[in-house]
């Protein structure tokens, strides 16, 4: 998901979108732990959606203020 589509997301739904990509994460990561993952790079690219998704969620926090 880009920033720009986050942007044009209310609060509400990235916090949303964040708790689906945490939960993604953990199976991702009891997938690599039994070693049934399969694309490795899965990982890396869930973790940086989450960086976006939280940095967006602070800049509209910020705006609010």
């Known amino acids: ?16 979108r964040l708790m689906e990509l945490l939960e993604e994460q953990f199976r991702l990561r009891m997938q ?3 070693g049934q993952l399969a694309h490795t790079t899965r990982l890396r690219t869930v973790r940086r959606d989450i960086a976006r998704v939280r940095t967006v969620l602070t800049q509209k926090s910020k ?3």
């Open 1 to 16: 998901m880009s920033v720009q589509d986050l942007h044009k997301l209310s609060v509400d739904a990235c916090q949303e």
């Open 32 to 34: 690599h732990a039994t």
């Open 63 to 65: 705006v609010k203020q």
